[in-house]
């Protein structure tokens, strides 16, 4: 078991510049695959970056492609989110959260509360 908590976020102007990071307890966090995901007021929550167990392979949704940047370490039991270039349309609560796979279509097996991310123009 895996228990997440973001942290992070907040204000921005667009584009600025902002980190999400989730912090992991639990003894199996290296064997999980990572992931955030988002989800903006009205809509669906969609898949944003994933990152594998090793940090050796990362996947982006096309919308954040070139913006934002998945990193984890395994050491200290985070990920993070560098998003960079900030549009008003990335305002949305972010979720971390773990799997064994993590991607579009594949719904994860933990998920963090959320934080709040807000683009303004």
């Known amino acids: 078991q895996v228990q997440l908590v973001e942290s992070g976020g907040g204000l921005v102007q667009a584009g600025g510049s902002v980190r999400v990071s989730c912090a992991a307890s639990?003894?199996?966090?290296?064997?999980?695959?990572m992931g955030w995901f988002r989800q903006a007021p009205g809509k669906e929550r969609e898949f944003v970056a994933a990152?594998?167990?090793?940090?050796?392979?990362?996947s982006y949704a096309d919308a954040v492609k070139g913006r934002f940047t998945i990193s984890r370490d395994n050491v200290k039991k985070t990920v993070h989110l560098q998003m960079n270039s900030l549009k008003p349309e990335d305002t949305a609560v972010y979720y971390c959260?773990?799997?064994?796979?993590?991607?579009?279509?594949?719904?994860?097996?933990?998920w963090g509360q959320g934080t709040q991310v807000t683009v303004s123009s």
């Open positions: 990152i594998n167990w090793s940090g050796g392979s990362t």
């Open positions: 639990g003894r199996t966090f290296s064997s999980y695959a």
């Open positions: 959260a773990a799997g064994r796979v993590i991607d579009a279509t594949t719904p994860p097996t933990h």
